[in-house]
């Protein structure tokens, strides 16, 4: 059964995939979810706590099981069905933050827990203490992000009184211009997050089984190798019975092309929906096997049919929480979207009809993969 195929089988097996596609997965939709979890702010270690409060409540009315801390791993559970499910579906929720020193009369240096990348300059920031008990992070103090032109980065604000080890984060209110269809805010990785949950919201209309994943824990000090960072993912597998460890893992993040200025008009990055790719970080992380990219080429042009977009990437892709994954899998799948300035280097942005096109193809790839026969050939 050939591609063309397999889309025939799956919408008279689903009969109403097409439409509920069409219908529910909109930009109004993707958006309304994005800007709920980017304006939550989540720093690393404080996924569980900070967005699980939310997730529930956005899953209220759906069958889908929200689990805020998947195995004591952190992670975000969203369990459609029942395990095992035949294929993960992975997005980070942590966000970058850097951790105060002392205070030395008008600013706190402070320590990356994260891959720093911002150039010189001076950027809003806030600082997170936390909450009484679950939800949103309290917010301690707003001043500027400055980062030198030696690297070094401090919280400059009028506030001295900051505990030492206080969070703090870049402060970018998610926006969406919907004449440019540029969207502003912490894509890196809520995009994917927001994107996970209305593919999921989809989903459970279906009798299918599928585990999405809203990690924390990705980010974190990348230069000493693989396992400094995807330690959330790490441990939720190590945890996962082995006969509950999934066929298939999708890793979906940013693609990320270094840079590009997002304000200099140059849109030519945008707007090829979905995108796939057949390495991460030049190998460093996954590499997809032959038969999953083969797939992916034969399958783009048939979702195009049903207005879908999914493009091959044949350029730089960054590791996220596909390094564990394949300690555990051979069967990676890495599709994400176009983006910049994931770390702020300057503002990052995205486009909002690219995600749309992100959801809709991972909600094809959940149903597909409920298929023995297609698992027996790809898997």
Not at 207 to 219: H, K, R
């Amino acid at each position: 059964m050939n591609a063309k195929e397999r889309l025939q089988h799956l919408g008279r097996h689903y009969t109403d995939v097409w439409q509920r596609l069409e219908e529910e997965v909109t930009a109004v939709a993707y958006f309304n979810l994005f800007k709920q979890l980017s304006d939550n702010y989540s720093p690393t270690l404080t996924v569980s706590r900070v967005q699980g409060p939310l997730v529930e409540s956005l899953m209220a009315d759906t069958n889908v099981k929200v689990d805020r801390n998947l195995r004591k791993s952190g992670t975000i559970g969203l369990t459609i069905g029942q395990e095992p499910a035949p294929v993960w579906f992975s997005g980070h929720a942590d966000i970058c933050s850097y951790l105060t020193g002392h205070w030395d009369g008008s600013r706190y240096p402070l320590t990356p827990f994260c891959m720093p990348r911002a150039r010189p300059g001076r950027r809003a920031a806030v600082a997170l203490g936390p909450p009484d008990n679950a939800g949103t992070l309290t917010r301690l103090a707003e001043g500027e992000m400055v980062t030198t032109d030696e690297g070094q980065t401090f919280f400059a604000t009028k506030e001295p009184g900051l505990p030492a080890w206080t969070r703090v984060v870049y402060h970018l209110e998610a926006t969406w211009d919907q004449e440019s269809d540029k969207i502003h805010g912490y894509i890196d990785n809520l995009a994917t997050c927001a994107a996970l949950i209305l593919a999921a919201q989809v989903l459970s209309h279906y009798n299918v089984d599928a585990l999405l994943l809203l990690n924390d824990e990705e980010e974190g000090p990348v230069d000493k190798g693989n396992q400094g960072f995807s330690r959330a993912m790490l441990r939720l597998l190590h945890r996962t019975p082995l006969d509950q460890l999934p066929d298939m893992v999708i890793v979906s993040d940013g693609h990320m092309p270094l840079g590009v200025d997002p304000d200099s008009g140059d849109s030519s990055i945008f707007g090829k929906g979905a995108l796939y790719g057949g390495l991460s970080s030049r190998a460093r992380g996954a590499v997809v096997p032959l038969q999953l990219i083969q797939f992916a080429r034969d399958l783009a042009p048939e979702l195009a049919t049903h207005g879908i977009k999914l493009s091959e990437n044949p350029g730089y892709i960054n590791r996220s929480d596909d390094i564990s994954a394949m300690q555990y899998t051979q069967n990676v799948m890495l599709i994400g979207f176009a983006g910049t300035s994931s770390h702020f280097d300057l503002t990052p942005t995205i486009h909002c009809s690219d995600l749309v096109n992100v959801t809709k193809t991972l909600v094809v790839y959940a149903l597909i993969a409920q298929d023995a026969a297609w698992r027996a050939r790809y898997l």
